[in-house]
């Protein structure tokens, strides 16, 4: 197979995601592709129309909180492919992604992409830089190199299946699992929290 050329897209608001999907496409420096970046971290970003061809590969990078984030309608709306190869992955805060792969990959699909790779790393935390500070440390980075570099050449051999499908991440900590399980059921509802989970964060002290 061939790919003409690597396209960048991130939802990034604390930098980390940007940080890691630009790792990433560093690890392929070496096949000489042309590369744009597309940040959709703006409302003017995703009013636009980006269109992906089937010689073209698409690497996308999203945070998370137990699903993709608020604007997550609106990063994929914009979005239209034509058998656009497609390597995702998600950022969480070192506690849980929830059911952010398994809504990566349906809406992926929607918008045209052949999903061959997912994954999740951990990042900073977007809210408090004291959470998971530092990471992605040098040994996330070598996980990260060997997810990109494989997927990438499975997508080269021409397989662009993936070969497990995600499943939903689970917390040590009890509220976050009920979050997690809100919106697994509630997953085609506008993003929220269960009824007075707001309250019980703070009074867990959560963000601490």
Not at 50 to 62: P, T
Not at 95 to 112: D, F, H, T, V
């Amino acid at each position: 197979m061939e790919i003409k050329k690597l396209h960048l897209i991130y939802f990034s608001p604390s930098g980390s995601t940007e940080k890691i999907i630009k790792f990433m496409a560093d690890c392929l420096k070496d096949k000489n592709l042309p590369i744009e970046t597309h940040s959709l971290l703006t409302s003017e970003s995703r009013k636009k129309k980006y269109k992906f061809n089937a010689d073209e590969l698409v690497i996308m990078g999203s945070m998370t909180a137990g699903k993709l984030f608020t604007l997550s309608d609106e990063l994929f709306n914009c979005l239209e492919a034509d058998n656009t190869p497609f390597i995702g992955f998600v950022t969480y805060g070192n506690g849980y992604y929830g059911i952010a792969l398994n809504e990566m990959l349906e809406r992926a699909e929607k918008s045209g992409f052949k999903v061959s790779a997912l994954g999740a790393f951990i990042a900073r935390h977007s809210m408090k830089a004291s959470i998971a500070k530092g990471r992605p440390d040098p040994h996330d980075k070598e996980i990260m190199k060997d997810f990109i570099t494989k997927a990438y050449e499975k997508i080269m051999s021409g397989d662009l299946t993936l070969h497990k499908l995600p499943k939903t991440n689970w917390s040590s900590w009890e509220l976050g699992n009920q979050v997690i399980a809100y919106r697994e059921t509630h997953r085609n509802e506008p993003y929220s929290l269960p009824r007075d989970c707001n309250k019980r964060l703070q009074r867990e002290n959560h963000f601490r």
